[in-house]
């Protein structure tokens, strides 16, 4: 069986780089060469249930992880199929060929759509080349009169193999021979975090072993009277997303989602993905709870192929928008490259993306349909999850555009048109909206005091969700509640006095000057408020665009249009109108026309440092005049 030879590569140069830059991160071997055990066993077990060999496919398989830290050498062993030295020579020694998929098509005619080989690119095995300077297999091949194999390459072309001394029981042993800067792989802690993280769900028990895992086992054995440790896999062979959705338990959900994301927060709610046909996809999306808007960072989705780890977050499969979510997708049919770490183009990766995306909205429409109370509790978590979604995906903006709540000023939740058919007899297609909840209290107060609503929009993204909402519901309208409000606000029923009304605006106009460029006297409903500050809805949204270009000389002025709403209904405002014609009154006057004036801004948004500064001296003018009383 003596042999030596040169491993054959199609590719001129292929092998630098496989060591070097075929695979995106170094730990990835471990994945590879777990996966090429699990596809071992696979193949095994297949072989059993097509008939094609005897033997109980429930027999205990395996694959041990071997850490030798004296030697520094991983050791990967599956009692999988085992390879014969022909096997060896087609599948090692000529990079690029795939044993899985010779071995579907071998077997393809007895074989189900279902295709539960993993490996399908031929150059797994080669990544242990990026850390070791020697690899080692020895196999077995099921096969009868089979002999074991032995096949060593010092990490060049160069291979040898001969018949293996030490080889005595079907599948395979591959031992990697540690480079010295990579030692770090002889760690226990490291291994088993790499192996938590690719090989979780792997479909067959996964043991890891070292030196100084056994030699603590043996002595807390001998301190407990030589009572025997129950030893156990460290992955989960059945995991929850390839159960039916009907026999998995809320708490079940919940302790996959604690596991997985270790994590002690329990999610809002999920979607169990289960399809299979037109393609194979299962997985499990969560809604986490966010505590605030500043949360709203990338979540974490898990893409898995054949319960292999693939990488977290491919946007190619999960849309960016469903990124802020949380889960695990396995997808069989992912068309990977040989790193399995990226998607290759592909048209059907188009369409799982878009599956998923409707998944997820048929599950908000179910929710807001038949557990509306739940779905309305969720909606302060969840709507920045939805507007991006909107603003990200026309189609997924489509399937759901009827579920979007609004939540009012009193606390309702309510739907666009709910909204407009409440509120058309008062102002037909305006949607008034309130930013800040706190800054903009005095028009909420007006707002409830004409029985008018408003809607809260105060999340960073509602600036650009408003205007898509606009585009797409052309005629619709909104305006923050500090808008033009003279139409809604007017008391209908007082008398209209022209000539008071305009005595009340010249005085403020020669007592404030410049600072006000437009004035409006209102009979309005409370006589508490003395004056408010409208701002023109679009003169506004346009000096909050140039702020977001700070530095870029756009050659457009744009400054907000700003009208003082004067009360001619308010006691202090009668007062100052009685007092117009008295010269020895006039400075006091004007001081209190213009606190009025900042109070009035204020109540919009923060004073500016001189207007500021001019307010608290006002301020203290006044303190001073009522004391001289």
């Not at 096949?151 to 293996?164: K, L, R």
């Not at 540690?178 to 975090?193: A, H, Y």
């Not at 302790?255 to 037109?278: A, G, Q, S």
């Not at 003395?530 to 870029?552: H, T």
Request: proline content about 2%; charged content about 30%; aromatic content about 10%.
């Amino acid at each position: 069986m003596n042999q030596k030879g040169s491993i054959s590569i199609h590719t001129e140069n292929i092998f630098p780089i496989i060591k070097k830059w075929l695979y995106s991160d170094k730990d990835i071997f471990i994945r590879e060469l777990i996966s090429n055990g699990c596809d071992a066993v696979n193949k095994h077990k297949k072989l059993i249930s097509l008939g094609e060999i005897p033997g109980d496919k429930n027999e205990e398989y395996k694959i041990n992880v071997y850490i030798d830290k004296e030697n520094s050498t991983l050791v990967f062993e599956d009692n999988g199929i085992g390879m014969s030295e022909e096997e060896v020579n087609k599948y090692i020694n000529q990079v690029a060929f795939s044993g899985a998929e010779d071995f579907f098509n071998e077997y393809k005619d007895k074989m189900n759509e279902e295709n539960d080989i993993i490996g399908h690119f031929g150059l797994g095995f080669y990544s242990s080349f990026m850390v070791s300077k020697k690899v080692q297999i020895d196999t077995l091949s099921y096969k009868e009169d089979a002999k074991p194999v032995r096949w060593i390459s010092e990490g060049g072309t160069e291979y040898e193999i001969s018949e293996s001394d030490n080889k005595t029981t079907r599948g395979t042993t591959i031992t990697l021979f540690l480079e010295d800067d990579s030692k770090e792989f002889l760690e226990e802690f490291t291994v088993r975090n790499i192996i938590d993280k690719y090989c979780s769900f792997l479909p067959v028990d996964i043991y890891l072993n070292s030196n100084e895992e056994v030699q603590k086992e043996n002595e807390e054995s001998e301190s407990e009277d030589n009572e025997v440790k129950e030893v156990t896999p460290i992955n989960d062979t059945n995991p929850l997303w390839l159960k039916s959705p009907k026999d998995c338990t809320d708490e079940e959900y919940k302790e996959f989602y604690r596991k997985v994301f270790k994590t002690f927060d329990e999610p809002l709610f999920w979607i169990h993905l289960n399809v299979d046909y037109p393609f194979n996809l299962k997985g499990i999306l969560y809604f986490p709870k966010l505590n605030n808007e500043f949360e709203l960072v990338e979540g974490k989705v898990k893409l898995y192929n054949n319960q292999v780890f693939i990488a977290d977050n491919i946007k190619e499969v999960v849309p960016e928008f469903l990124l802020l979510l949380k889960g695990v997708i396995d997808c069989p049919d992912l068309p990977l490259n040989v790193s399995r770490s990226f998607l290759q183009n592909d048209k059907d990766v188009s369409k799982i993306s878009k599956h998923i995306v409707k998944k997820v909205a048929d599950k908000l429409k179910s929710l807001f349909k038949n557990e509306r109370e739940n779905y309305e509790k969720f909606w302060d978590d969840i709507q920045v999850f939805i507007k991006f979604g909107c603003l990200k995906d026309e189609g997924f903006y489509d399937k759901v555009k009827d579920i979007i709540l609004f939540k009012t000023i009193n606390s309702e939740y309510v739907t666009l048109n709910d909204y407009l058919e409440k509120c058309k007899e008062k102002h037909e297609n305006k949607v008034f909206y309130a930013s800040n909840e706190e800054q903009q209290s005095q028009y909420i107060k007006l707002f409830k005091d004409y029985d008018l609503d408003a809607v809260v929009l105060d999340a960073t993204i509602d600036n650009h969700f408003i205007s898509m909402i606009e585009f797409k519901n052309q005629g619709v309208n909104f305006n923050r509640i500090d808008a033009d409000l003279s139409e809604v606000l007017k008391d209908k029923e007082s008398k209209e006095n022209t000539e008071e009304k305009a005595d009340i605006e010249n005085l403020f106009k020669n007592s404030v000057g410049e600072r006000i460029k437009t004035y409006s006297v209102e009979s309005l409903k409370s006589e508490d408020t003395s004056a408010i500050i409208l701002v023109s809805e679009q003169s506004r949204r346009m000096s909050e665009m140039k702020s977001q270009f700070v530095g870029m000389n756009l050659g457009m002025s744009f400054e907000e249009e700003k009208t003082l709403v004067v009360n001619d209904n308010s006691p202090i405002i009668k007062k100052l109108l009685s007092l117009k014609d008295d010269e020895n009154k006039k400075e006091q006057v004007s001081l209190i026309c213009n606190q009025i004036v900042d109070i009035a801004l204020l109540s919009n948004k923060e004073l500016d440092p001189t207007e500021l500064d001019d307010f608290i001296k006002r301020n203290n003018q006044l303190m001073n005049m009522i004391i001289s009383l």
